[in-house]
């Protein structure tokens, strides 16, 4: 009987009809923005002008997942929006205490995202101080991948590492997530979905995340 939040991804979003695209997911927890930088993931995806732009269209707050190389250098003109997770990959942050703490200034939530090949215990420090952690559960830079194995496992010890630690960030996982797969990540402790192909893959919105947050209770 988790529970969890669902984030559509907006990486699955049809482009060219992108503004109905934002108003299907009207009653979404959170929409999810991929910012890819063509060098920390191969793709370029969406960047602090498109963050804006759904700001100003949609009333659901926007979850910014920085897939960039130097989060240090560019985290500063996406603090700048109306986002209310800012996230950074810890595979790619020099300081990452420093990237919270600018996060925090700006008024935002920080989270920290982990490679599916980077564990947990990599955040020994930093979870005393992020909001959230995103466990990638594909590698990250495209949608529509299958969950890599041992995800579940995964999402469990992060959040038993965070009871060691005596602290609760939100677990947001991210790939592959389905209706079949969200109930054992709920439970396992991720308490916030991210679903590209499982919502924007369906004819109903609404539905696909109903279901999701359905399935997220089981
Ligand atoms: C992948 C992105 C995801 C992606 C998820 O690098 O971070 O947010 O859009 O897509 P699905 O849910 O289709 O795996
Ligand atoms: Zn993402």
Redesign the pocket.
Known sequence: QAGAMVAP?L?AADRMHFGRELESVADADYL?V?VMDGHFVPPIAFGAIDVRSVAAASQVPLDV?L?VDNPDECIDQYLDTEARIVTFHWEAATHAHRLVEKTHQAGKLSGVALNPATPPEALRELLRWVDLV?VMTVD?GYGGQGIVEGSRDKVARTSRLCRELGVSPIIEV??GVKTDNAGTLAAAGASLL?AGSAVFGREDRAAAIHELRLAAQE
């Open positions: 991804s990486l999810h991929d997942h897939m995103l990250p991210d790939g991210v």
